[in-house]
């Protein structure tokens, strides 16, 4: 957990203060890379690791990272806590590769805490305008035959901190709300399919079973197509935090529709026009109007590493990586520019590129120590390109939270450091 608001806040007086310790720490390490490291372990030495035997098998019986690893974790922002029940944690986007988020540091984001579901216990009802009201048990919905996609889901209000400028110093606090996991589960329409829905059904209500009972109202031809209720993530059980036992998966949609503990479904034939569809998850125009249902993730991607909590530690070779998306499709380009958006060249795209996945993106270069403005861009498959926050205010002003997939600009420094900041 972040305890002091400075830390994460992007502060000039701080950022000078860091730097001068950061270049001291460069010097001490030679700058070669090489980390302080304990010479009675170093070659030609036989290292302490290998004199005698480590732990056993089933030591531990369910494996934890590395203890060398203990700082790659999900962190909140207290100023953004309200009450712990009702808040948010980042994943740690700077210290992830490839597309998978391992499931300990997926972001989480509840409204009334986590609900403790007892498998036994769990039923999700489907009723209203279907022929066959229905009630299925946790082994009803396991029996039934299953998919396995991975997807992405980001919440809405992923970068909602950075509409009226440049603000939390890291990845993992300005676009750290996604993760992007395998489900397994059963897609929506087989379960539609058994309830056989009414020709006037047009609209589901999507229930969770947690103390906060957050509905949604979702189109019934966004259920037919690829919505799913998993029980699974990444091959076990859903976590707790993301819904044990059984959430609905909305792919590409905005997180908040994506209901955790699912509990209920009612089909109805239109909206039902809930909190968190109309007071909330709407974007305030500069007319004053708001956008109504902006159910889909635009095209967005970040630059992960070197970002602030990932500075450059040496000069030369230097792979850029980073995360690209789109809830319209499938990612087809992302460009980075190393000056601000000024040039642009063509990232390599390594790993499956998949629909309504994240995609994993690398630029190499050779940094010599200039300051650097670092910048990537989506496309997807429709055309769409990731616009500048610039043009995406000009359309939407900076009343809204949601629906920020502007460019993100790192600026790097010639000690390595890298601050978040906004090119105009
Ligand atoms: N039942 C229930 N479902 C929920 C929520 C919630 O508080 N309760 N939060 C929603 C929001 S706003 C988001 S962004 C996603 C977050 O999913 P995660 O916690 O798995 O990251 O779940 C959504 N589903
Ligand atoms: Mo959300």
């Keep these: 957990m972040i305890k002091d608001d400075d830390k994460t806040r992007t502060s000039r007086r701080r950022f000078l203060a860091g730097a001068t310790g950061l270049t001291a720490g460069l010097a001490a390490a030679g700058v070669t890379g090489v980390a302080q490291a304990n010479d009675k372990n170093l070659p030609p030495n036989v290292a302490d690791w290998s004199k005698s035997l480590g732990d056993g098998v089933a030591v531990r019986p369910y494996g934890h990272p590395s203890k060398f690893e203990k700082n790659v974790i999900r962190r909140d922002v207290q100023w953004l806590t309200a009450s712990r029940e009702s808040s948010v944690s980042f994943t740690p986007l700077h210290d992830l590769d490839g597309i998978i988020t391992p499931n300990g540091l997926c972001f989480e984001r509840h409204h009334g805490g986590i609900a403790e579901v007892d498998p036994h216990d769990y039923r999700l ?68 399919e058994q309830a056989g829905v009414k020709p ?148 390599k795209i390594d790993g499956p590129v998949l629909d309504k996945a994240c995609v994993r993106f690398y ?28 043009a995406l205010r000009k359309i939407r002003g900076v009343n809204s939270i949601y629906h920020n997939n502007g460019i993100q600009t790192w600026a790097l420094k010639a000690n390595g450091e890298v601050e978040n900041v906004e090119v105009g």
């Design 125 to 192: 009802m489907i009723h209203g305008l279907v022929e066959r009201p229905l009630i299925f048990t946790l082994e009803d919905l396991k029996r039934l035959p299953r998919v396995n996609k991975i997807y992405f889901l980001e919440c809405a209000a992923n970068s909602g901190m950075e509409w009226r400028g440049a603000q939390l110093n890291g990845c993992q606090y300005t676009h750290g709300m996604i993760h992007c996991v395998q489900y397994t589960g059963v897609p929506l329409k087989l379960l539609l």
């Design 200 to 347: 006037n059904g047009k609209w589901l209500l999507v229930e969770g079973g947690d103390a906060s009972g957050l509905d949604r109202s979702l189109p019934l031809e966004k259920a037919l197509d690829d919505c799913m209720i998993a029980y699974r993530m990444n091959g076990e059980m859903l976590r707790p935090e993301q819904g044990y036992p059984a959430r609905l998966v909305v792919p590409g949609w905005q997180g908040n529709m994506w209901i955790k503990w699912i509990r209920r479904i009612k089909v109805g034939d239109q909206p039902w026009y809930t909190r968190e569809e109309t007071s909330k998850y709407t974007d305030l125009m500069p007319s004053g109007k708001a956008r109504k249902f902006t159910f889909e993730m635009d095209a967005k991607s970040v630059i992960t590493s070197p970002s602030p909590q990932a500075p450059l530690t040496r000069k030369g070779f230097t792979v850029i990586s980073g995360l690209a998306w789109t809830g319209r499709g499938k990612v087809k380009r992302v460009d980075v520019s190393l000056d601000g958006g000024r040039n642009w060249r063509t990232a």
């Design 363 to 390: 630029a190499e270069i050779e940094w010599n120590g200039e300051p650097l403005l670092l910048q990537s861009r989506a496309m997807d498959e429709t055309g769409y390109v990731q616009p500048t926050k610039d």
